[in-house]
């Protein structure tokens, strides 16, 4: 079956950087549309970059300039680089698929957990 699988969470200290992965397999990678979610404690879950098939990009406006979604089709993954990482940017990140071919096609990865603190 379709598999989302996030890797590169974890806990880092204000100001600092992490890089998330997501890895897909077993769908056409190169039709669907990339993004990354999260999830605070306490909070709905919030749409935080998406790439189209094309390498179109955008971001939650608390977000832009600090974090940076990129796609390599080779590899069927998407990255989701983070800087300048705050402790309101703790939560937990999820990758999603959506088609952009089939209406209501879409796929989510398990989440990973990152934590901003001193």
């Known amino acids: 079956q379709v598999q989302l699988v996030e890797s590169g969470g974890g806990l880092v200290q204000p100001g600092g950087s992490l890089r998330l992965s997501c890895a897909a397999s077993?769908?056409?990678?190169?039709?669907?549309?990339m993004a990354w979610y999260r999830r605070a404690p306490g909070k709905e879950r919030e749409l935080v970059a998406v790439i189209s098939s094309g390498g179109s990009t955008a971001y939650t406006d608390v977000v832009k300039g600090r974090f940076t979604i990129s796609r390599d089709n080779a590899k069927n993954t998407v990255y989701l680089q983070m800087n300048s990482l705050k402790s309101e940017d703790t939560a937990v990140y999820s990758c999603?698929?959506?088609?952009?071919?089939?209406?209501?096609?879409?796929?989510w990865g398990q989440g990973t957990q990152v934590t901003v603190s001193s």
């Open positions: 999603n698929a959506k088609s952009e071919i089939i209406t209501g096609q879409d796929y």
């Open positions: 077993r769908i056409l990678f190169n039709n669907y549309a």
